[in-house]
């Protein structure tokens, strides 16, 4: 078997006096595509974060692609973060540019076959376009990258069927291809559960289930239920 | 070009105003004309009746830049926190670059952009007091008013560098786990520029004494930028 991508061993994560992660461990394996589901609050974001380096653990150990997370590291992970914009100045020929000049891995002219091909016109100001065209660039810039760690926090929220139709099947042809590990997190599970080789269901600060997706669903039913379940206070898991 | 480079062409390129919410009305550009038309109209006539008037004596006017060095804490603030506002951190921080070098474009870029808006400033107060002296009839005193301003700003620029890491560090510990000592540091830091806009406005220092002045804030910059740069690596929450 394959190192893990990501090995997280007693990780605890606060801010303040509020319990982010406890006693969280985690081992992603390689070259799959891995959802990582859970309610609002159960602290899958942070652990993105924690992954890129970007919070500080209060303690246990973190190993990404077998180093410490931190900037020396993110050269190897292309990161969308929750909640995102993008720089409101650039032109989407500008975004590329930017994403060329300053992101290892970044491929300029796949970046541009992609803007293509989810209907994105180049010369378009960001700060002129519909949320859902932004999050289409902001997709475009982390899958351009050739990095073995791909980290999507909610690509799909607050964007229209149109485009979340366009950024599925983005994924799914670029998965295919592909032999990236990719981590996705989504509430938009009933339409994304078909991207996953395996999940990790995260619930109050601590791994609740996790499994080869097809194996959970034969045991659990829809990963959309699963969830449901938990955010009712895990009965019936 | 190096990676500094980059980032610094990048923050350059940054608009400093934040980014317009949707759904928000912006104010048209007609309008913003109209305004600025009107401001300037009444500067004019200022300058018309001073010049009219006559022995208008332009000594406290230097005071301004007691103002200008909070202008540029304000700079170096919305330099930080428009990666928060915007929604950009993210990005931002994730960048594969040493947080020596995010500090340092940001710290550089709001360095220049500072020396250019106080540029037009004192461009724009130089044409002002030039348009009274020259209608009271006192051109000679022109060229002695120019090497002043000149003073002035070489003197505002040399201290903006201490003032700028101190709104870099400001911004960067609201938005951190040691939030709890920015009411410190932004107090005694506060103390420190009224104290040095005092000295420097109120007291007739020699060269010597200003230079040592402007040494000694350089250092504090270098202790300034190197406590954002641990901020960022270990206390900054987003």
Not at chain 1, 100 to 123: H, R
Not at chain 1, 174 to 190: A, C, D, F, M, N
Not at chain 2, 84 to 101: D, F, I, K, Q
Request: proline share 3%.
């Amino acid at each position: 078997m394959k190192d893990p991508v990501v090995q997280f061993r007693d990780v605890n994560l606060s801010y303040g006096s509020r319990m982010v992660l406890q006693d969280f461990n985690i081992e992603i394996p390689s070259q799959q595509v891995v959802g990582i589901l859970g309610p609002n609050g159960s602290g899958k974001s942070s652990f993105f974060r924690l992954i890129m380096g970007l919070n500080q653990p209060d303690d246990g150990e973190i190993a990404v692609l077998g180093h410490s997370p931190g900037w020396r590291n993110n050269h190897q992970i292309a990161y969308l973060p929750d909640r995102a914009r993008w720089y409101g100045n650039h032109t989407v020929e500008g975004a590329i540019q930017w994403g060329g000049d300053l992101l290892p891995g970044f491929d300029s002219m796949k970046a541009k076959e992609l803007a293509e091909w989810m209907e994105i016109d180049s010369s378009m100001r960001i700060d002129e376009m519909s949320k859902g065209q932004e999050a289409r660039l902001m997709l475009i810039m982390c899958l351009a990258r050739k990095v073995p760690l791909i980290i999507l926090d909610e690509p799909f929220t607050g964007i229209d069927t149109h485009s979340r139709e366009r950024i599925m099947d983005a994924l799914i042809d670029y998965v295919t291809e592909g032999e990236q590990t990719i981590l996705i997190s989504t509430h938009e599970i009933y339409e994304a559960e078909g991207l996953f080789d395996s999940v990790f269901l995260i619930n109050e600060g601590q791994v609740a289930l996790s499994g080869e997706a097809e194996l959970l669903r034969a045991e659990h039913g829809s990963m959309m239920q699963l969830v449901k379940k938990m955010s009712h206070g895990g009965r019936g898991l | 070009m190096s990676n500094l480079g980059v980032l610094l062409q990048h923050e350059w390129k940054l608009k400093a105003k934040r980014r317009e919410k949707r759904g928000k009305i912006k104010m048209p550009r007609v309008w913003l004309y109209v305004y600025s038309g009107i401001v300037v109209a009444l500067v004019v006539i200022l300058a018309t009746y001073l010049g009219w008037k006559g022995q208008t004596r332009f000594v406290q006017i230097w005071n301004f830049n007691w103002g200008m060095l909070f202008w540029a804490i304000g700079i170096a603030v919305q330099n930080i926190k428009r990666e928060w506002s915007n929604e950009t951190v993210g990005w931002w921080l994730a960048l594969p670059y040493s947080r020596g070098n995010l500090i340092s474009a940001k710290f550089i870029a709001s360095l220049l952009r500072w020396a250019k808006t106080l540029a037009l400033v004192y461009l724009g107060l130089f044409a002002f007091m030039t348009y009274v002296m020259l209608l009271e009839g006192d051109g000679a005193k022109i060229p002695d008013t120019l090497v002043t301003g000149v003073e002035w700003y070489v003197i505002v620029l040399s201290l903006s560098p201490f003032v700028i890491s101190l709104g870099t560090v400001s911004a960067l510990l609201r938005r951190s786990t040691l939030q709890p000592i920015f009411p410190l540091i932004w107090g005694v830091g506060n103390l420190i520029i009224n104290a040095v806009a005092a000295l420097f406005l109120l007291t007739p220092l020699t060269l010597g004494t200003k230079c040592i002045f402007i040494l000694i804030s350089w250092v504090i910059t270098l202790g300034l930028l190197r406590l954002a740069v641990h901020l960022l690596e270990r206390h900054v929450v987003i």
